[in-house]
Antibody, heavy 116, light 109 residues
Framework: QVQLQESGPGLVKPSETLSLTCTVS?????????WGWIRQPPGKGLEWIGT???????YYNPSLKSRVSISVDTSKNQFSLKLTSVTAADTAVYYC?????????WGQGALVTVSS | EVVLTQSPGTLSLSPGERATLSCRAS???????LAWYQQKPGQAPRLLIY???TRATDFPDRFSGSGSGTDFTLTISRLEPEDFAMYYC??????????FGGGTKVEIK
């Protein structure tokens, strides 16, 4: 059974960088598939942030592309998200998921609040 | 970029009733690459339907998906209490590959 778990700071100051890591178990990232990040502001809908292939190829939401970076560490079976210059509008639950075109396995989500 | 419009925003129904949710795309979805997700409060979304009509293994056959091109439908034949939730559609046939609709809330009337 594929499982994903997000980790990282729950509070980030405005203008700083949000960093989250997703640890995958039950499947080796290096075996294939794409891996993605999705976020959901409180009370709102889902927004795809970006996706990475195990080789390191990335695809980003054009609306966030200038601030987003996703990387992969196959030795740790993890992939990571960095979002720079955050504002209150970036406050959301951040999910990592396996991206098979659709998203078939999801982490439980990590709430990140942007506040001073 | 494809824009997905879900309607209605909220659907108020009673257990046992039929629910029909719509997802309309601003341009044709290649190969009917459309998925539906169910999300309950405080939980991550769960994949419900992919390829417009293939049901994920966790879900019973009262859930069905249909449609092609730009118009897609999720139908719940007879609502059970556990079906009251948010439902999102997502297309993955075009670029960028992760566009979601705004969601439909199915609530108890």
């Amino acid at each position: 059974q594929v499982q994903l778990q997000e980790s990282g700071p729950g509070l980030v100051k405005p203008s700083e960088t949000l960093s989250l890591t997703c640890t995958v178990s039950g499947y080796s990232i290096s075996s294939g598939f794409y891996w993605g990040w999705i976020r959901q502001p409180p009370g709102k809908g889902l927004e795809w942030i970006g996706t990475i292939y195990h080789s390191g190829s990335t695809y980003y939401n054009p609306s966030l592309k200038s601030r987003v970076s996703i990387s992969v560490d196959t030795s740790k079976n993890q992939f990571s998200l960095k979002l720079t210059s955050v504002t209150a509008a970036d406050t959301a639950v951040y999910y990592c998921a396996r991206h098979t075109g659709y998203f078939d396995y999801w982490g439980q989500g990590a709430l990140v609040t942007v506040s001073s | 970029e494809v824009v997905l419009t879900q309607s209605p925003g909220t659907l108020s129904l009673s257990p046992g009733e039929r629910a029909t949710l719509s997802c309309r795309a601003s341009q044709s979805v290649r190969s009917n690459y459309l998925a539906w997700y169910q999300q309950k409060p405080g939980q991550a979304p769960r994949l419900l339907i992919y390829g417009a009509s293939t049901r994920a293994t966790d879900f019973p056959d009262r859930f069905s998906g249909s449609g092609s091109g730009t118009d897609f439908t999720l139908t719940i034949s007879r609502l059970e209490p556990e079906d009251f939730a948010m439902y999102y559609c997502q297309e993955y046939g075009n670029s960028p590959p992760g566009t979601f609709g705004g969601g439909t809330k199915v609530e108890i009337k």
